[in-house]
């Protein structure tokens, strides 16, 4: 249901973007975040964004990262700028989709298959 990509290795100060795609049988996309799991730390909230396009984001990144959506493509995605060791994490996207099931909706969390991102020199 979710399609994650654009990780990798990249040196402190450098820049890297993730993408996430939303497919299937979507009634509507309700809003959609990114999470990351550091090594040996517990899955944290990174940013957020809305169907409306409204974001929030984590004191940890502010100012730095940058997620926004295209409605039309039901993706969404992560702008990571001046990147630290500490960003270094498997990264998770998370959606919120009404999705058509049979003759009804369902609305449920989707999450996709983690990217991993190491910021190292």
């Known amino acids: 249901q979710l399609q994650a990509s654009g990780g990798g290795l990249v040196q402190p100060g450098g820049s890297l973007r993730l993408s996430c795609e939303a497919r299937?049988?979507?009634?509507?996309?309700?809003?959609m975040a990114w999470y990351r799991q550091p090594p040996g730390k517990q899955r944290e909230l990174v940013a957020t964004?809305?169907?409306?396009?409204?974001?929030n984001y984590a004191d940890s990144v502010r100012g730095r990262f940058n997620i926004f959506r295209d409605n039309a493509k039901n993706t969404a995605s992560l702008q990571m700028t001046s990147l630290k060791p500490e960003d270094t994490a498997i990264y998770y996207c998370?959606?919120?989709?009404?999705?058509?099931?049979?003759?009804?909706?369902?609305?449920?969390?989707?999450w996709g298959r983690g990217t991993l991102v190491t910021v190292s020199s």
């Open positions: 964004v809305t169907s409306g396009g409204d974001a």
């Open positions: 998370k959606a919120n989709l009404t999705v058509v099931a049979g003759t009804s909706l369902q609305r449920k969390n989707y």
């Open positions: 299937g049988s979507i009634f509507k996309n309700n809003g």
